[in-house]
């Protein structure tokens, strides 16, 4: 059975940092990407970052560019999101996905339940 399960949001000031995890299980993900969503109260669920699980490459929205890095961690299978700088307008629920990545990213079947990040000003 497949899961991503997300940890590490919480409540944070404007200007603050949080690093959300997402610990996946189940199969090999050697050949996936790893990407990273967010969803805020009344908007669509949107793209944040990704990362392919082999050779490392990434791309992120222009909304985060220069302030989050996805990383990844081959031992314990699991991907990161360091959150910098951060602002209120990225207060949302944040979900992790096994998706591919050539080019843009594709999202895939598995998702997370989330993890919420609140950032006040």
């Known amino acids: 059975q497949v899961q991503l399960v997300e940890s590490g949001g919480g409540l944070v000031q404007a200007g603050g940092s949080l690093r959300l995890s997402c610990a996946a299980s189940g199969r090999t993900f050697s050949s996936y990407a790893m990407g990273w969503f967010r969803q805020a109260p009344g908007k669509e669920r949107e793209f944040v970052a990704a990362l392919r699980w082999n050779g490392g490459s990434t791309i992120y929205a222009d909304s985060v560019k220069g302030r989050f890095t996805v990383s990844r961690d081959f031992a314990k299978n699991t991907v990161y999101l360091q959150m910098n700088s951060l602002k209120p307008e990225d207060t949302a629920v944040y979900y992790c996905?096994?998706?591919?990545?050539?080019?843009?990213?594709?999202?895939?079947?598995?998702w997370g339940q989330g993890t919420q990040v609140t950032v006040s000003s």
């Open positions: 996905n096994a998706g591919a990545l050539r080019g843009s990213y594709s999202s895939g079947n598995y």
